[in-house]
């Protein structure tokens, strides 16, 4: 569960939720043929060579960074910075996919209706979440 | 057919008093009461220790999505206990608080103004739009109501949503682990003393 998903399901703000799931195989990397031959399939889903998924959901409580995260891609890098720019760099392609300056300006205008400003929040709550993943990855 | 516009009597102890009867188990220490419109939640009359079940509801009670639909449209060729869901129904919303209150309501300008805020590509993007397509090739109201309260009131047990009524009356918590499912029952337990009169929560899982 996330802020977002919370809120399309319950249609209520969840104010200080600070939990993020990563469904199986919402975790999709492209790595080399080489990298992909020598995979942890415990972990990870292959496909056409190149393409890896998570096969387990991965949580992210209270935004740490989870034991799984580590042993998942232990098998991927063996250099620990390796390890946590790819993490970082997942993580921010899944900030990427949202327009943020339209979620914050609409949060300062508020000007619409509650159920909009509300997801508008779960958005921004979601946002949040992931940069303290980031800043936990930096720790 | 099942008014779900109606207005209800809503009559918490005959509820509860038909639950026990049917071997759900409910600590004598908490109270059903009415905290807003279209909302019920416990609150504790007495200090509760720690890690006791509070609540239980046997299997036999969860109530599957056809069996509420059954009841909603008069549909006699299903088996369900009637009295059971009769008195339940009438502690859930009205259709009319999920039209005013729930998401999937948008009209069409709120909809395109909740799907710019991601990028064209963007997977949450498309799940939503997914989502939308999905309640809106709903058929009729009554479908749509228990579309609604499945997806913000059911319990996942054996992989299979069930309504199950009394739990689904604990408010939300996000610090406690939830509800536990047996092999004939599903329970919940207070991970932390409750003090008396204190509304308690479950936790989303």
Known sequence: MDPIKFY???????????????????????????????????????????????????????????????????????????????????????????????????????????????FAKSINLYISNLDKILDNLQK | MIDINSAREKNTKRFVDLLIQREAYIDKRILLTHISEDNFGFISKEEIDPKKKIILIPNKLLIPKKNIKSFLINDKTISYDEELINSYFSLLPKYEFFKQNNFLFLNDTDIKKCLNFFKSESPIKKSIETLFKTFNELESDIDKYVHLLYRTRSFNVKNQSYLAPLLDFINFNFNTRGYFVENNSVFFNSEKKLKKTMKFFKAII
């Open chain 1, 8 to 118: 399309l399901n319950y249609s209520f703000y969840p104010e200080n939720y600070s939990n993020l799931t990563f469904y199986e195989n919402q975790i999709i990397l492209n790595v080399s043929k080489d990298v992909a031959s020598k995979i942890d399939t415990k972990y990870w889903n292959v496909k056409n060579d190149q393409t890896i998924s998570n096969k387990n959901p991965v949580s992210f409580y209270n935004c740490e960074v989870p034991l799984i995260i580590s042993l998942m891609f232990d098998s991927l890098f063996k250099n620990e910075n390796l390890k946590f720019k790819a993490i970082s760099n997942f993580i921010m392609l899944v900030k990427n996919q949202f327009n943020y300056n339209d979620v914050k300006l609409f949060l300062e205008n508020k000007s619409g209706n509650k159920i909009l400003i509300d």
